[in-house]
């Protein structure tokens, strides 16, 4: 396809080329320049319009500029309204505070207190775990295997990924990575795995301050833990003095269908992490929910210049107000992940040499691949065709549905259908050739 190496090669003359570093990620998997966007269709400077599978890698899980928060916002801007004030407290932050009581914490019987962090995921899983080793006086953390919790020190530490930690430049320390659900296949118990490692005086695992965990992890290919398997990690917590940490950042916010994903499990944890979607207009915002028993900060003991986004607390209260204060949108969101999950089953029924099986959760799932080119292929193909969707996993495998959770039906269906007419293309194709998931080669070698 002459028409599209040309396209590549003047998008490799860009400023974005010349300019900006080397670590830039989903542009190099969508080369174009976008300029607008709404609910879940993405426009770019060619005029090409795209529906948009991505979302943020899921921190717009309401749509691009939702017109009930862009309201909230502009006339919280024409008022003049503060916009920073580092901690001090202020109009929108008590609102923040008070629907996010009324319509999220009270109802659920949760008893925590909120800590607002730097503005993004990260810095609040930096700040959980800081805070574990504080009330315990332990160092070290258990994460899982195929875990993502961000890429600052503490953070890339949790997370399983060879390629982020390599890039560290330092040991990683004061972590063990034990296996998550199903890590090796259903015959084993990994639960009893931790619980041994645990009590066994010689097992190597120094007692640990805390085990952080996302009940479907995203960045890692779209695993779901078991209901039964977080109540038996809750009570080993509890039997043995060790704190929760459910890193709820993706899969929060309705991702999963409830706006807590542990909330089907019926678990507390001790300390919860949000970001992503909580601002829901995708402004960086991020919060600690901190079990109130164990909140022991000293007074700036852990600082920021910005911790509390005022203009996210706008469009995070009005979200909150809007979509959480009735069943409604939950509902919406079952429906909505009903049909995924079906229309995702049938491609797996449909191509049974190429594809493993659906994972994941509610409006947070996918299709693993056998072979990570093929992914890679599918994911480019779907693009050339108006549709954005990324992968995920350890090798990239698994195709990655994120769709905004208010994506209209017609889209929805739009979306998947370009996703289906690209797994024909790639899976029902003889002898395709392997090529390591560069789009750009693959558009070349067209
Ligand atoms: C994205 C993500 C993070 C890190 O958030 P950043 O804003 O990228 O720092 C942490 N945990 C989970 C589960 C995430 O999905």
Redesign the pocket.
């Known amino acids: 396809m002459l028409e599209k190496s040309k396209s590549v090669l003047a998008y490799q003359a860009t400023i974005f080329d010349r300019l900006e570093s080397g670590v830039q990620s989903y542009a190099r998997c969508f080369p174009t320049t976008f300029v607008r966007a709404r609910g879940a269709e993405v426009w770019d400077a060619e005029g090409r319009r795209f529906v948009d599978f991505l979302a943020g890698?899921g921190s717009l899980n309401y749509g691009h500029n939702n017109p009930i928060f862009k309201e909230a916002l502009i006339s919280y801007i024409e008022g003049d309204g503060i916009t920073h004030s580092l901690d001090l407290h202020t109009g929108a932050k008590e609102h923040f505070l008070n629907t996010l009581n009324d319509f999220i914490l009270k109802p659920r019987g949760l008893d925590y207190v909120v800590q607002f962090t730097g503005p993004?995921?990260?810095n609040a899983?930096e700040a959980a775990i800081k805070l574990a080793r504080k009330v315990t006086g332990r160092t070290n953390i258990i994460s899982f295997t195929n875990g993502?919790?961000?890429?600052t020190l503490g953070s890339v530490a949790l997370t399983g990924n060879k390629y982020f930690r390599d890039a560290s430049g330092v040991p990683m320390q004061n972590a063990t990575s034990m296996p998550y659900d199903g890590y090796f296949g259903d015959g084993v118990d990994t639960i009893a795995y931790l619980e041994m490692m645990l009590s066994d005086p010689s097992s190597g695992v120094s007692d640990p301050a805390a085990v952080i965990l996302?009940t479907v992890q995203?960045?890692g290919g779209l695993r779901a833990a078991r209901t039964e398997w977080l109540r038996r990690l809750q009570a080993l917590c509890r039997a043995r003095n060790i704190l929760l940490i459910v890193?709820d950042?993706?899969a929060g916010c309705g991702r999963t269908g409830s706006f807590f994903s542990f909330e089907p499990a019926g678990i507390v944890p001790d300390i919860v992490t949000l970001?992503?979607s909580l601002s829901a207009f995708g402004l960086p915002m991020a919060i600690v929910l901190i079990n109130r028993s164990i909140d022991c900060w000293k007074p700036g003991e852990h600082n920021g210049t910005f911790r509390g986004n005022n203009h996210a607390f706008v469009t995070a209260a009005t979200a909150i107000e809007h979509y959480w204060s009735s069943a409604s949108f939950t509902e919406s969101i079952a429906q909505k992940s009903r049909h995924l999950g079906e229309r995702l089953q049938r491609l797996v029924d449909r191509f049974p040499s190429d594809l493993c099986e659906v994972r994941g959760r509610g409006m947070m799932r996918g299709i693993r691949c056998i072979d990570p080119a093929k992914a890679a292929m599918i994911s480019a193909k779907a693009y050339e065709n108006g549709l954005i969707i990324e992968r995920s996993g350890p090798h990239d495998e698994v195709i990655k549905c994120l769709m905004p959770l208010t994506i209209e039906n017609e889209q929805f269906d739009e979306g998947l259908d370009i996703l289906g007419s690209a797994f024909e293309t790639v899976c029902s194709a003889q002898n395709v050739r392997s090529i390591n998931g560069d789009p750009a080669m693959i558009f070349a070698a067209e």
Do not use: L, R, W
Not at 148 to 151: E, L, R, S, V
């Open positions: 890698a993004t995921g990260t899983v993502f919790h961000g890429c996302e995203g960045e890193d950042i993706q970001s992503k």
